[in-house]
């Protein structure tokens, strides 16, 4: 009930393409939704992150949707760029009630635009 | 100024050595964390400290002991070493424990051999 999964396991797009990661998790306790991005060699970073209060949250060419009911959310990137060429995460916590906040990640999604 | 650096970048080690690993942030968080990536890239979460204060310990081998002698450090000593320790091990930090952002450092590449 801890888990994350994440689909696909990788992913190629072209450039200017939309690349679309899901998630879903079974723990009805989850409120804190983020995604990271990680490039070889660095540590992951915080790419956007969603509330269970809304459904939408997008920041530039990044957007979470969430659905609550069927408990599942996904990261869309427009316009995708070589630069965009990374890991991504999601991830899941709950926090309150005997949780810790902890994160629970999924498995991750190797991305690939190309040029 | 990195906002959270570990020490150091790689460890090169042989079976049964005993090895640290140390973190600092400077961004005046109060949670610090330490997670394992394994070669598939999946990161598990092993400790966190808040305030000093011993939150989470997950299921780790008790040859594995974190130590925060204050909230801006958090450093990982590994007994005993095995060559299923080879991983990245990550520092993170978080404002206060709850739901926020993570903050990660570069990692440190182990390899046991």
């Known amino acids: 009930q801890q888990q994350v999964k994440q689909s696909p396991q990788s992913l190629i797009v072209q450039k200017g393409g939309i690349s679309i990661i899901n998630c879903a998790y079974e723990n009805t306790a989850f409120d804190y939704f983020p995604w990271y991005q990680q490039f070889p060699g660095k540590g992951p970073a915080l790419l956007i992150a969603?509330?269970?209060?809304?459904s939408e949250k997008k920041e530039g060419r990044f957007t979470i949707s969430f659905n609550k009911s069927a408990k599942q959310f996904s990261l869309h990137i427009m316009d995708s760029q070589p630069g965009d060429s990374a890991t991504y995460f999601c991830a899941a916590s709950a926090y309150g009630s005997g949780n810790t906040g902890k994160l629970i990640f999924g498995q991750g999604t190797t991305l690939q635009v190309k040029p | 100024d990195t906002a959270v650096s570990q020490t150091p970048k790689y460890l090169v080690t042989q079976m049964g050595n005993d090895k640290s690993i140390k973190c600092e942030q400077n961004?005046?968080?109060?949670?610090m964390y330490w997670y394992k990536q394994d070669s598939k890239k999946f990161l598990k979460i092993m400790f966190s400290y808040n305030n000093k204060e011993l939150i989470i310990n997950e299921t780790v081998p008790n040859r594995f002991s974190p130590k925060s002698p204050d909230k801006a450090h958090l450093n990982l000593h590994i007994n005993s070493l095995e060559l299923g320790d080879s991983a990245v091990y990550f520092c993170?930090?978080?404002?206060?424990?709850?739901?926020?952002?993570?903050?990660f450092g570069s990692g440190t590449r182990l390899t046991v051999v």
């Open positions: 993170a930090s978080s404002r206060q424990l709850g739901n926020y952002g993570y903050t």
């Open positions: 969603i509330r269970p209060d809304v």
């Open positions: 961004l005046g968080h109060d949670t």
